[in-house]
């Protein structure tokens, strides 16, 4: 794991493992840390959401990186996740029979918390971003 603080942000380059979501909830803790304690709740959330969708449906194997982006821009923070191998899946339901969804929540839960998000692809790579206004 590397870790890059920049003014207003932080870099983080991440194993992509079971754990990578929990390590980017701590290190985008500090830099959240003024941030009123439900707005920050949101904003760990909707990381966690992208770090595991990288994790899950971008990464290849336990050798793969996925990094994340906080930055503040005027009166926006931007949050990017890039997974480095990008398989180019896209997420599904999985239905188990009892007609409950127990996957697929993710982005809609980041577009619920977001003022906007995308994906931008590349050759061998993806990026989730979102932004967030300031209050």
């Known amino acids: ?21 929990t390590r980017a909830r701590h290190a985008a803790a500090a830099a959240l840390g003024t941030w009123p304690s439900d707005r920050r709740d ?3 959330l909707v990381i966690s959401e992208l770090v595991t969708n990288a994790v899950r449906h971008g990464s290849c194997d336990r050798r793969d990186r996925v990094a994340l982006t906080i930055r503040r821009r005027d009166d926006t923070t931007r949050i990017e996740v890039v997974d480095s191998r990008a398989r180019g899946g896209r997420v599904e339901e999985i239905d188990r029979g009892d007609g409950v969804q127990r996957s697929g929540w993710g982005l809609p839960i980041v577009a619920q918390l977001t003022d906007r998000w995308g994906v931008e692809r590349g050759p061998g790579r993806t990026c989730v971003w979102c932004e967030i206004d300031d209050l």
């Open 1 to 21: 794991m590397a870790d890059g603080r920049s003014p207003g942000g932080v870099a983080i380059a991440l194993d992509a493992d079971a754990d990578a979501p």
């Open 42 to 44: 949101s904003v760990l």
